[in-house]
T-cell receptor
């Protein structure tokens, strides 16, 4: 069964410091991975997806198949990055999307 | 385009009652999926519909059911409510046949409180 683990429920980082939100997955095939974000009083929305290989709002995420990880990184945190972040995995076999339990990121001014 | 619309936004029920939640997807989106969001469990997948057919179902008891209409609007129903059903229920729509393979557009959710 596929599983997504976000080991940190809460993460606090000073403004200007680097950010890394961890995401590990268990899945035997080739997954499609996503990061979704929910800012305060806004809807949950897609931040980025592995297949696009884009940098969105300064965030990047690299798929490491050896470590089965898809960590989200940003070199310099900004106050507006404070939000709830969810990692998600799509199983191409059954096309189900599985979310992690989320990490609440707080940027300290 | 209007976003995903969920009604009602808030509701309070008592144990044993049943509830129906509604979701109107973005115009042109034929895929609708439902999630239960709780602080401890994050987002848990309930079910997914495309063109009125249930494509996938999560690991929830049979008290949880859903359907999709020909206009792509979807409803979910929870019967014999339990205290543990208190949660935010999120609906998402997508342009892809399989919701998980594309970008999901979420509604604001229906917050259910069971007393």
């Amino acid at each position: 069964a596929q599983r997504v683990t976000q080991p940190e429920k809460l993460l606090s980082v000073f403004k200007g410091a680097p950010v890394e939100l961890k995401c590990n997955y268990s899945y035997s095939g080739s997954p499609e991975l996503f990061w979704y974000v929910q800012y305060s009083r806004q809807r949950l929305q897609l931040l980025l997806r592995h297949i696009s290989r884009e940098s969105i709002k300064g965030f990047t995420a690299d798929l490491n198949k050896g470590e089965t990880s898809f960590h989200l990184k940003k070199p310099f945190a900004q106050e507006e990055d404070s939000a709830m972040y969810y990692c998600a995995l799509c199983n191409f076999g059954n096309e189900k999307l599985t979310f992690g339990t989320g990490t609440r990121l707080t940027i300290i001014p | 385009k209007a976003g995903v619309t969920q009604t009602p936004r808030y509701l309070i029920k008592t144990r044993g009652q049943q509830v129906t939640l509604s979701c109107s997807p973005i115009s042109g989106h034929r895929s609708v999926s439902w999630y239960q969001q709780t602080p401890g469990q994050g987002l848990q997948f309930l079910f997914e519909y495309f063109s009125e057919t249930q494509r996938n179902k999560g690991n929830f008891p049979g008290r949880f059911s859903g359907r999709q209409f020909s206009n792509s609007r979807s409803e979910m129903n929870v019967s014999t409510l339990e205290l543990g059903d208190s949660a935010l229920y999120l609906c998402a729509s997508s342009t892809t046949r399989a919701a998980g393979t594309g970008e999901l557009f979420f509604g604001e959710g229906s917050r259910l409180t069971v007393l």
